[in-house]
């Protein structure tokens, strides 16, 4: 009898669900033939030794396959929750690999044991770091996503040197991973992760030259303010003209985080709107419907902002719907089904909002066989909304086709969408008419749901247009026969009472029900019942008389409705007091059926539609209510419009050259001049006294502009030279708050980067390097101001797509500490401007 040794697992072996197809694994009894063994299905006594000695075999460390294959068995098991927390140290010596596919597998390994096992979790903390400084990005990226994915809060300390170190490697996967990790940092503590300033640097990553880098610092920035009062990262005009001047570098998930920026910014004058929508408006050609639904949404916040009036916003978002309907109605046909019934809930909006805009493609919103439902029940409420005077005979006849699908609720639908044209009246002279006279005759038809609903849209029908009476009372006595759902019963019962002066049978047809009263159930036939016998005792008292008093007497003795006891009985007091019947017909008899334009009450939702289209593009839309009704309180972000002020001129040039306003709020971010160029101290004898009035503001009349040479206070020192070590430490030593960024608009993009460093080097603005990537041209200049001896260093970029602009970073470099860096800057930049301009 041999002895277990301690620490060997003895456990019973996995019991694996009966379809599990168990097979025998190599090195089973003699005589068996080996059978290909399963990751998950191999159950044999004592698997998790199995697979330690296996790792420990000095064989499998000289063959590769071999390893990976053993590791894979192991995160299978992992996967089934087995716990192969005892192959901890094994799969901490495993990670020593080159194998890329073996280092991923065991991070994951890490990852999933970290929380549960805390203790294991913190030996691993050293080869992470090891890895995090590997000359593979690949691995390095990896270790970072792991070593912030551990989620323990004693690993804070060995997380932010890695992290700090990973947002300056030369890999923009590193970088990005090191964003993300940022995220994590923040959700394991927001202390440290205040203390470590990392807002300061997601905010400088705005800049990097990687796309995917810049959006993935958009979407910190975005969860980590989101408790803020602004809602979100803070934006401005610098933010905003960076970020939709590399548009073009994004792919479609990264561009729909630039886009849901767009309205959350308050554009400076109508012009700098009318040029953001220009900039978006090639996005509308993208086969991704999440960056088309953001642009929409983008294009009305643009419409709101700009507009001066409600008619000049109201005829905007007409040409935006406009511009935006192609693209969508394309994206609608070529969708998958779930895609398809975003749009269409997104399109139902923007019909709502602009009516009429989607009326010519009307034959897109038909329904098609192969469709599932709830696509076709989208479409049917939408072809209502679509309806004019040239297409509405067709609708009504599409949706007459749809009357008898096989489907109830599509053929309910169908119904209702046909009383909703007559109840709008967009169709034309007639068109009432017209489908009142289908209702009738759906009335005579034998399928009991269609009954149903002819006679409820027949009801609406009669309440929105009186003069259809005539047309309405021909079958009503007939079909109160055959009608058996209780809300066509009451619709019948209702028409009876409205049409009784028509309809000579009326009285009688209602005495059958009088006298089955207590057969009836429901309680909304009783109320009708009721209401129509009133109204037609005024109508006809010979005859309803003896009829009212036996229903007013069995209505004041049901106790299944206090609502209906109570109406009853208020109708059995007024008729006893001898009241004057003119009182009673007035508020509780006549229908009002003098509408006009206006709608029903119940289909009133004129504000509930203003809040869904501030939450276009949401789940707002998709659910029909606002976020505030399925999101809790602590979730709900509340996004704020930025910058609330701007210091430029209506109508003035908007990106001209001169300075970025910076929005208001107290997140640390690059200081951003005003618009107005400041002017340099000059003595006052030599300043016209309207130029310093009108500087100072005080609406005094200014002299006009006299040419003359650039003010002596300022000027650029000829003969400058820097090293490039010089100029990495100077930038480096000043810090990004005290950074200016500015804008220079450019009478076209340059062809080569030899032409923008002669035409500055004529202004003594000298080039340190420069170079061209795919999308953009950057420099790193550098000048001196020859009077303070002032340094200025200077990182700028233009695009090649888009707007003719150049986007300029400046640091000054000063050892006196000059108080007028600002003003000095502002010359700078207009001699820049002239250089370039």
């Known amino acids: 009898m041999s002895v277990v040794p301690a620490g060997v697992h003895t456990a019973q072996p996995v019991q694996f669900p009966p379809h599990a197809n ?17 990751y998950f299905t191999e159950s044999k006594k004592g698997e998790v030794n199995e697979l330690r000695n296996l790792l420990r075999n000095f064989a499998t460390e000289r063959d590769p396959k071999r390893k990976r294959d053993i590791i894979k068995k192991v995160i299978a098991y992992m996967t089934l929750g087995i716990d192969v927390s005892r192959l901890f140290t094994e799969m901490m010596l495993a990670i020593e690999t080159r194998d890329l596919v073996i280092k991923k597998m065991v991070y994951l390994y890490l990852c999933n044991y ?34 912030c994915s551990l989620n323990l809060p004693q690993m804070v300390e060995y997380i932010s040197e890695p992290l700090r170190k990973a947002l ?8 990005k991973t090191g964003v993300m990790g940022i995220l994590k940092l923040y959700h394991l503590d927001k202390e440290s992760f205040e203390q470590c300033g990392f807002v300061d640097i997601l905010y400088d990553m705005l800049r990097d030259v990687d796309s995917s880098v810049v959006a993935n610092a958009i979407m910190v920035l975005n969860e980590v303010m989101s408790k803020t009062e602004n809602g979100g990262m803070a934006i401005n005009r610098a933010i905003m003209l960076h970020l939709l001047n590399r548009i073009h570098e994004f792919s479609e998930f990264d561009l729909v985080q630039v886009l849901e920026l767009v309205p959350r910014y308050i554009p400076a004058n109508a012009d700098e709107g009318f040029q953001i929508m220009n900039l978006l408006d090639p996005v509308l050609r993208t086969s991704s419907c999440a960056a088309v639904l ?21 005829e905007m978002k007409q040409q935006v719907v406009s511009r935006i309907k192609a693209p969508l109605i394309t994206l609608v046909a070529s969708g998958s089904s779930e895609v398809q019934y975003v749009l269409l809930k997104q399109i139902e909006s923007l019909v709502e909002l602009c009516p009429g805009s989607f009326d010519d493609e009307f034959r897109q919103f038909y329904i098609r066989y192969h469709e599932p439902t709830h696509v076709k029940f989208l479409k049917i409420e939408i072809l209502p909304l679509l309806a004019n005077l040239d297409n509405a005979p067709d609708i009504v006849n599409e949706l007459g086709e749809m009357v008898f699908d096989q489907n109830t609720r599509i053929s309910r639908l169908a119904v209702r969408s046909m009383a909703k044209i007559a109840c709008r009246g967009n169709g034309g002279p007639g068109c009432a008419e017209s489908i009142a006279q289908r209702m009738v005759e759906l009335l005579d038809s034998n399928v009991e749901h269609v009954q149903s609903e002819a006679a409820t849209a027949l009801t609406l ?3 929105k247009h009186a003069d259809l009476k005539p047309v309405a009372s021909m079958s009503l006595v007939r079909t109160l026969k055959y009608v058996q759902e209780p809300i066509g019963k009451a619709s019948i019962i209702y028409l009876l009472g409205e049409c009784g002066d028509l309809i000579h049978e009326a009285p009688y047809a209602l005495e ?21 016998c009133l109204k037609l005792f005024f109508l006809r008292p010979p005859e309803m008389q003896r009829m009212l008093g036996r229903l007013l007497h069995k209505a004041t003795d049901d106790v299944s409705s206090q609502d209906l006891h109570d109406r009853a009985l208020l109708y059995y007091r007024l008729l006893r007091s001898g009241a004057d019947p003119k009182t009673i017909l007035a508020p509780i008899v006549q229908t009002n059926h003098n509408l006009g334009e206006r709608v029903f009450t119940e289909d009133d939702d004129a504000q509930l539609r203003a809040e869904l289209m501030e939450e276009f593009n949401t789940l707002a839309t998709i659910y ?20 609330a002020e701007h210091p430029l001129h209506e109508g003035g040039d908007t990106f001209g050259a001169g300075h970025v306003p910076v929005a208001p709020q107290s997140m640390p971010q690059p200081v951003v001049a005003s618009r107005e160029p400041a002017v340099a101290p000059v003595p006052e004898t030599s300043a016209p006294d309207g130029f310093v009035a009108d500087l ?42 005290d950074a200016i960024v500015s804008a220079v608009s450019l009478s076209s993009v340059p062809a080569t980067t030899g032409e923008v460093e002669s035409k500055l080097a004529g202004y003594s603005v000298v080039t340190m390097a420069s170079g061209e990537l795919p999308t953009e041209f950057k420099f790193f200049l550098y000048a001196k101001e020859a009077i303070t001896g002032n340094m200025f260093l200077i990182q700028s970029n233009i695009g090649k797509a888009g707007e003719a602009l150049m986007i300029i970073t400046v640091k000054v470099s000063s050892e006196a500490g000059s108080a007028n860096q600002q003003q000095q800057v502002d010359h700078l930049i207009q001699e820049i401007q002239k250089a370039l301009g």
């Open 114 to 147: 970290a929380y549960s096992h805390p203790e294991l979790a913190q030996m691993c903390t050293n080869t992470l770091q090891k890895d995090c400084g590997n000359d593979d990005p690949m691995v390095r990226g990896l270790a970072l996503r792991s070593l």
């Open 624 to 643: 029909g209510k606002a976020s505030v009704n399925f999101i809790r309180p602590e979730f709900q972000v509340v996004y704020k419009k930025m910058p």
């Open 294 to 314: 953001a642009t929409v949404r983008a294009f009305l916040s643009m419409a709101d902002q700009i507009a001066g009036s409600t008619e000049d916003c109201t």
């Open 461 to 463: 029908m009669l309440r």
């Open 696 to 737: 100072l503001g005080f609406g005094a009349p200014s002299v006009p502009p006299v040419q003359a040479s650039p003010p002596t206070a300022f000027s650029l020192a000829s003969g400058v030279t820097m090293t490039g070590d010089e100029y990495q430490s100077k930038w480096a030593g000043i810090s990004d708050a």
């Open 22 to 38: 168990v097979n025998v694994s190599v090195g089973g009894p003699p005589g068996v033939a080996p059978v290909p063994d399963s």
């Open 168 to 175: 300056s490697d030369h890999h923009a996967y590193v970088r």
């Open 512 to 532: 059958k029900l009088i006298d089955n009263y207590d057969t009836i159930k429901d309680v909304a036939v009783k109320h009708q019942l009721l209401n129509a």
